[in-house]
C-alpha cells in the first residue's frame, strides 16, 4: 500500500479494509496491522467514519471538529438567515464524511442555535449567523 501511496500523488484516501484483503489476498489482522504501520509512519489517518486519508509531506489538513468546518460554510458560501443550508448528502461529499457523521455534526449546530431542524424531507435552513467565537 505504501508503495501505491507514493506512485500516485493525487490519493487522499487509502482503501477499504474490506478492498485491502480482496485486492491483496491477505487476512483482516494482516490489514489491520498495515493500517497501523502506515499510521505509526506518519503515512495515513483515520478518519471519522472508519476509512483512512493519505497524509503528505506538507499538505495542510483541516483537523478542527466537522461542525466547526460545517459552520464555515455559512460565511464561505455567503448564506444570510433564512437561507436554505446544503443537504446531509452534499456536506458528507464534501466532506468526504459519511451521512450519519454530517447529520451528528448538524444536530449539534441546531443545539447551538445555528441551525434550524430540518428533519426528513424538510430544508435546513440558517438560523443565526456564526459569531466569531462559534467560528474559532
Do not use: C
Amino acid at each position: 500500500m505504501k508503495k501505491q501511496i507514493e506512485n500516485d500523488p493525487g490519493m487522499t484516501e487509502l482503501p477499504s479494509l474490506a478492498e485491502v484483503v480482496r485486492d491483496h489476498n491477505v487476512s483482516r489482522g494482516v490489514a489491520l496491522r498495515a493500517f497501523g504501520v502506515l499510521r505509526q509512519e506518519g503515512v495515513a489517518e483515520p478518519v471519522p467514519g472508519g476509512r483512512w486519508r493519505v497524509v503528505r509531506p506538507g499538505a495542510r489538513v483541516d483537523r478542527r471538529p466537522l461542525e466547526e468546518r460545517i459552520v464555515d460554510i455559512i460565511t464561505a458560501d455567503g448564506l444570510g438567515v433564512g437561507e436554505a443550508f446544503p443537504s446531509a448528502s452534499a456536506l458528507a461529499e464534501r466532506f468526504g464524511v459519511s451521512r450519519p457523521t454530517v447529520t451528528k455534526a448538524l444536530e449539534k449546530l441546531e443545539t447551538a442555535g445555528v441551525l434550524a431542524g430540518g428533519g426528513q424531507g424538510k430544508v435546513r435552513t440558517v438560523r443565526a449567523a456564526p459569531t466569531r467565537e462559534e467560528r474559532s
